[in-house]
C-alpha cells in the first residue's frame, strides 16, 4: 500500500511539473473516419500541457474541436486551474472512446457499424447493380415484374436506407428523385414520361453505388461527379446527434445529482488516468468504465437537450473551425452545375468541369470578429493558402460541422450563407495545417497534430479538380495500393524541380515557400502520429494508443522541449520520407 501511494505521489509531482509549461494552441489536421485517434493524441498533450489557448481545423477536427470545447465549458473544469483542470479534461477526452463504446453495445448502433462495413454494404448493395441491369435492358418495362423485384428485396432496401435515415447518417431527401421514379416505375404513381423515369432510376442508382463504393476509397481523379452526387451523410442531423455528446460533456443544464456523478468520477479515476489511455484507465479499474456508463445511461435516460450546439464557436477555447468557401465566379459556375447535374442524368457530368476562377476559391474561418480582423491583417500576403483566408464570422459550432466535415465523396458542394453572402463549402479539406492563422491570432507556442508523411494525396486531388492546377495525376494516384506508395514517397519527399507551380506554392513539401511548409517550420511542436496504419474496422483502442504514445519533433529554443516527450529522432527517415522510430 505505501508502495502504491509513493508510486501515485511521484507520478503527480511529475504532473504537476508538467502542466507548469508555457501555453499553446492546437493546430489539429482532419483525418476523415480515423478522427479517434484525434482523442489519443490530444489527452495526451492535455495532459502534459493543459487545455490550448486557441485551437483551429477543418473537416473531422472541427467535431474534434466541438468536443473539445464542451469539455472546456464543464463546470468541474471551467472552474478548476492548474493541474486539476488539465487531469481531469484529459481524462474527459479519453473517455470519448468510452463513450462511443457504450453506444456499441445500443442495437441501433449495431446497424450503424453493420450499414458502414465495406465490405457489408457491398453485399447488400447486390440488388442495385441486379436492378440497373434490368433496368438498362429492356425487360424491366413490365411494372408487375418490377414490383415483384422490389417486394423480394424489401429487406436490403431497409437495412440499406431506412436504418441509415433513423440514425441520422442518410438525409431522407438525398435520394428522392431514385424513390420517386421508382414508384413510377411500379405503378405507384403517375407520369406521360415513363423513358423519363427510366433514366432517372437508371442514374441515380448508379450515382447511390458509387457513392457507397467510395467511403473509405475516395478518388478524385476518377470520381466525375464528385462534386455534384448526393453523399450518403445527413451532416445538418450528424451535427444535432453529435450536438446531444457536446451537451452531456459540457453539463449545461446538469442535474444536482448528475453533477455529483461528474465529481465522483474525476475525483475517483482522474490520478488513475495518468500515463493512460481509456483502455488502460478500464484495465487499472473497471469501476472508472461503470461508472461513467452509468452516467452516460441516467443523462439519456432523462435528457435530451441540445442547445450547447447552437452556440457559437469558441465557449471555453477560442476556437477557428475551417472550409472551402465558393466565390464570385467559382459560386455561380458551381450553382448553375448544381442544377444542370440533376437535368443531364450524366454519369461523367463533372469529369470535365472547370469552375473557371481558382483566384475566388477562399479558405474560411469561423470565429470571434475581433481574432478574425486580427488573423486577416497579421497572415503572410506572400503564402499562397493565407491569401485565400476569408472570415465566415462568429458562426455557431452546428453550422461549422454540417459545412466543414461534409467533404466531397461524402457531400454534394453545399450552398450556406455568412455575413449576408451567398457562398458554398467544399468541405474543410483546404488548410489541414492550420499553424499560420493560429500565429496570427497572436499564438506563442502552437502545437500541431498531425501524421507522418506530406499532404493527403486526396485533398491534393480535390484542390487539382477546383483550382485546377498543373500537376499530374501521376504523382495524386489513390486508386491502387501501388499507385498510393508511388505517390506518397514523392509527396513524402516533395519536388524540387519545381518551385513556381500553384501546386507547389500549396502543397510541395522541398519547396521552403510552400504553404505546407511555412506551417510546419512555425509549428514549435509537430505530435506525429501514424494514424494512416490504421482501419476503423481494427476497432478504436489500437489507432488511439498509437496517437496517445506518437513521438513529438519539438523546436529546441520552445519551452515545450523538455515537457513534451518523447522526441522525434529527424535522422531516423525512410526512403518513403517518412520518419521511423523516436528517441
Known amino acids: 500500500m505505501r508502495f502504491a501511494l509513493l508510486l501515485l505521489t511521484f507520478k503527480l509531482i511529475l504532473f504537476s511539473s508538467a502542466v507548469k509549461a508555457a501555453d499553446y494552441c ?7 473516419d480515423l478522427m479517434p485517434a484525434h482523442w489519443g493524441a490530444v489527452s495526451a498533450l492535455v495532459e502534459k500541457v493543459g487545455l490550448p489557448q486557441i485551437q483551429a481545423g477543418g473537416s473531422s477536427a472541427s467535431i474534434t474541436m466541438f468536443l473539445i470545447d464542451a469539455v472546456a465549458s464543464h463546470p468541474l473544469v471551467k472552474n478548476s486551474s492548474g493541474e486539476a483542470r488539465s487531469l481531469r479534461a484529459s481524462l474527459m477526452i479519453k473517455s470519448f ?36 441491369t434490368k433496368l438498362e435492358s429492356g425487360e424491366q418495362l ?4 418490377l414490383l415483384e423485384f422490389l417486394r423480394e428485396n424489401e429487406i436490403a432496401i431497409r437495412k440499406n436506407f431506412q436504418i441509415g435515415i433513423d440514425l441520422g447518417l442518410i438525409g431522407p431527401a438525398n435520394y428522392r ?40 476509397a475516395f478518388n478524385a481523379q476518377t470520381d466525375h461527379n464528385l462534386f455534384f452526387r448526393m453523399g450518403l451523410v445527413n451532416f445538418d442531423r450528424l451535427a444535432d446527434s453529435i450536438g446531444l455528446a457536446g451537451q452531456f460533456y459540457s453539463a449545461q443544464g446538469a442535474s444536482e445529482q448528475e453533477m455529483r456523478s461528474w465529481q465522483e468520477w474525476l475525483d475517483h479515476c482522474g490520478a488513475l488516468s495518468i500515463g493512460q489511455t481509456w483502455s488502460g484507465v478500464s484495465r487499472k479499474d473497471p469501476s472508472c468504465s461503470d461508472i461513467f456508463v452509468r452516467m452516460v445511461k441516467d443523462h439519456f435516460a432523462t435528457d435530451w437537450s441540445n442547445d450547447f450546439v447552437h452556440l457559437k464557436v469558441g465557449q471555453a477555447i477560442v476556437s477557428l473551425p475551417v472550409t472551402s468557401v465558393l466565390t464570385g465566379a467559382s459560386y455561380a459556375r458551381a ?7 440533376h437535368l443531364e442524368l450524366d454519369p461523367a457530368f463533372g469529369k470535365d468541369f472547370d469552375f473557371y476562377e481558382p483566384s475566388s476559391v477562399k479558405i474560411g474561418y469561423w470565429g470571434p470578429t475581433d481574432v478574425l480582423q486580427q488573423v486577416r491583417a497579421r497572415l503572410p500576403i506572400a503564402d499562397e493558402k493565407s491569401s485565400r483566408f476569408i472570415a465566415l464570422g462568429h458562426g455557431s459550432w452546428w453550422q461549422a460541422m454540417r459545412l466543414s466535415p461534409a ?22 479539406w483546404a488548410d489541414l ?6 500565429k496570427a491570432a497572436g499564438c506563442d507556442q502552437v502545437v500541431y497534430v498531425t501524421r507522418r508523411g506530406g499532404e493527403s494525396l486526396f485533398a491534393q486531388g480535390v484542390g487539382k479538380r477546383i483550382l485546377g492546377f498543373d500537376r499530374s495525376w501521376e504523382f495524386l494516384q489513390t486508386g491502387t495500393e501501388a499507385g498510393r506508395r508511388y505517390s506518397r514517397r514523392i509527396n513524402n519527399n516533395g519536388d524540387p524541380e519545381d518551385m513556381t507551380s500553384l501546386w507547389s506554392r500549396l502543397y510541395n513539401l522541398a519547396n521552403p ?68 522510430e523516436h528517441a
Open 513 to 580: 515557400n510552400s504553404s505546407l511548409r511555412r506551417a510546419l517550420n512555425a509549428a514549435d511542436a509537430i505530435l506525429c502520429t501514424s494514424w494512416d496504419r490504421f482501419e476503423l474496422r481494427g476497432g478504436l483502442s489500437p489507432m488511439i494508443e498509437d496517437s496517445y504514445n506518437s513521438p513529438y519533433y519539438v523546436k529546441p529554443k520552445s519551452r515545450l522541449y523538455s515537457t513534451l516527450r518523447p522526441h522525434l529522432d529527424p535522422t531516423q527517415m525512410h526512403e518513403s520520407g517518412d520518419y521511423l
Open 97 to 132: 472512446e468510452g463513450f462511443v463504446e457504450f453506444l456499441k453495445t445500443t442495437d441501433q448502433f449495431k446497424d450503424f457499424l453493420g450499414l458502414l462495413e465495406q465490405g457489408d454494404w457491398h453485399r447488400r448493395l447486390d440488388w442495385i447493380t441486379h436492378f440497373k
Open 433 to 438: 495545417a492550420p499553424v499560420l492563422v493560429l
Open 335 to 341: 450553382r448553375e452545375a448544381m442544377q444542370r447535374y
Open 26 to 32: 492546437l493546430a489539429l489536421r482532419g483525418n476523415g
Open 407 to 428: 467533404e466531397p465523396g461524402l457531400s454534394a458542394l453545399r450552398p450556406f450563407r455568412a455575413l449576408g453572402q451567398d457562398l458554398i463549402s467544399a468541405g474543410g
Open 177 to 216: 428523385p431514385l424513390f420517386e421514379a421508382l414508384k413510377v416505375l411500379t405503378g405507384q404513381a403517375q407520369t406521360r414520361d415513363l423513358q423519363l423515369e427510366l433514366r432517372r432510376a437508371i442514374f441515380y442508382l448508379g450515382e447511390l453505388k458509387q457513392a457507397v463504393a467510395a467511403l473509405g
Open 142 to 145: 413490365s411494372q408487375s415484374h
